[in-house]
Nanobody, 120 residues
C-alpha cells in the first residue's frame, strides 16, 4: 500500500502564492494518476488538477491559468503551484494517487489533507 504525505499549505493574502507537495511512500507497482482535490466548508470535494504518469494534465476551470500541477515519477512526488490565489480557493487540499499494487489490484489513496486559507 502507498501512503501520501502533503505539505505546503498555510495562510496567504489574496493574490499571493503557495506550493503544495505530496510524496508517496510504500510499495506500488505503478502510480498512474496523481492529483489534487479540495473541499471547502459545507461543500463537496472537487477536483483541482490531475496529472498522468506520462505528463498529461487536467484542470478545473476555476484554476486554469493560475495553478500548475507537476510530477516527478522517480520520486513519486506531485506538486501544485498556486498563483494569484483568491479567497474562494480556501479549502482543505487533498492529494490523491491511483495505481496498482504488486498484485495488480487497483488502489485509490488519499492524503490527510492540508489547509489553504486565502484572506481578502
Amino acid at each position: 500500500q502507498v501512503q501520501l504525505v502533503e505539505s505546503g499549505g498555510g495562510l496567504v493574502q489574496a493574490g499571493g502564492s503557495l506550493r503544495l507537495s505530496c510524496a508517496a511512500s510504500g510499495i506500488m507497482l505503478t502510480i498512474d494518476v496523481m492529483g489534487w482535490y479540495r473541499q471547502a466548508p459545507g461543500k463537496q470535494r472537487e477536483l483541482v488538477a490531475t496529472i498522468t504518469r506520462g505528463g498529461s494534465t487536467n484542470y478545473a476551470d476555476s484554476v486554469k491559468g493560475r495553478f500548475t500541477i507537476s510530477r516527478d515519477n522517480a520520486k513519486s512526488t506531485v506538486w501544485l503551484q498556486m498563483l494569484s490565489l483568491k479567497p474562494e480557493d480556501t479549502a482543505v487540499y487533498y492529494c490523491n494517487a491511483e495505481g496498482r499494487d504488486t498484485k495488480l489490484v487497483f488502489r485509490n489513496t488519499w492524503g490527510q489533507g492540508t489547509q489553504v486559507t486565502v484572506s481578502s
